[in-house]
């Protein structure tokens, strides 16, 4: 019986190694500015979704003065647009395919604003990258807004009530003490949407970027071999997250050293 | 309205309601804490006396009542100033003057026992870093600490943690020390070492107001007692007079449980 690897076919495939090669550099690229974007979108969104602006609160004590605990106008009072929003956001992005947002952003929204058409570093066109970038963005945000979320919340109360007690702002406290606490609780699930973000941005050589299953695709048209440029990708695709994901957990353990000892 | 200058903080008809006003955790609760008050607050658990406290520097929000710190009404979201206009209450700039001490001691676990002292007082008070290190140093070596300067607050015991977040709240050089049930959460054999320090301040002449369940300091160091229940108090005065002679049935009641 025949194997469905043909170990004849890789010498093939590797001629075309260069494909691939650039196409590690499009998906690492890819990968690092969708974290970044994703990153500062999903802190915007945690922090809207945290915040305590309330334009109605001025109805939550009733007639006697007392705090309003139930009913329609204690719903009004509890209203916070920025949160709803926020979170409407998140939960939309979350509830929908990733492939549907990517050709939405590429088609729709960079359909009527066009982009200029330049290259980087002779490979990576602008026009297509850049749609890829803000979709794969987009859609982590809303990830990584929960994840942020949760982190936050998971500092304990009373640090924000001695920060507050020694004259510190809801600023500084959010950024001296709530933020680098939180961050370091919630590391490992950032360094795991990161992983997910590698493997995710292939999908975006559905709009035509040239990343690692584009050159897949490219060897596929040329050659008509399937599974051994498949099995490189795949091969190029663990080698890129297994180390991420181990570099973050070393990481990891270095900053929590001055916790335990 | 008459100004007594030696007044620090003036709470008047305090309340704090939960539930439409079913649970009363403060119910009209009036007080006059003059500077160089020792004030020590006693009262069996839920009656108040943490909320009471927490409200000084508004932790947490009273339903009604006024407390005035400094000549201002804290509870106020625009105060006149001395101009006679009307402007923004600064909040934060109030609890720089007032320095807090928790039962859990609430250090900033990522932050070394310096930076832990020094955070507050380069951020909030622009003070030179140099200037402010030189005073952490010096208050933790009043503390015992020095040597512990460079740690982080998990390499430190209950007793040494509680110290730190004294020495912390002081570096902020407050007008008015507040401790909500300091020793509470330490072993036994550490609760000396703070109860110590807190003497100290009380013999140097800080403004203090104590939430604790150590009656022994209550009555030695302590020159103003209050006894609160069920979110009122009942009871205020010279400790060793109220030690002595307790006048309502329920401070009995509470001195035979305690004593």
Redesign the interface.
Known sequence: MDSFIKISNFPIVFKYMSLFGQGIVVTVLLSLFTVLIGFVLALILALMRLSDIRPFAFLEK?E??????SGFLYLISRFNPFAFLATAYVEIFRSTPVLVQVFIIYYGVFGVIKLPTFTVFGFIQFARFFPGVVALGLNSGAYLCEIIRSGIQSV?G??T?????????QA?NLR??IL??AL?NILPAIANEFVVIIKESSITYTIGVQDIMSAVNAVKGATFIIVEPLLVATAIYFCLCFPTSKLIAYVERRMSR???? | METRDDVLIRVRNLKK?Y???TIKALDDVNIDIRKGDVMVVIGPSGSGKSTFLRSL?L?ELP??GSIEFDGEDITQKKVLNKDGKMVKMDL??H??????V?Q?F?????LTILNNMT??PI???HMDQKLAEEKALKLLDRVGLKDRANA?P??LSGGQKQRV?IV??LA?EPEVM?FDEPTSALDPEMVGEVLEVMKELAREGMTMVCVTHEMGFAREVGNRLVFMAEGKILEQGEPKEMFANPQTERLKEFFSQVL
């Open positions: 009733d006697n003065g007392y705090v309003r605990d304990d009373g640090q009530e001695a920060a507050r007690s020694l004259g510190m702002s500084m001296y003490i680098p606490q370091k001055g916790d335990k000892r | 309601y539930n439409r006003g520097n932790l339903t009604a934060d700039a609890r720089q003057k007032m320095g807090m928790f859990h609430n250090l900033f676990p990522h955070l507050a951020k909030v008070k982080y998990i390499q977040a912390r709240a902020m507040l």
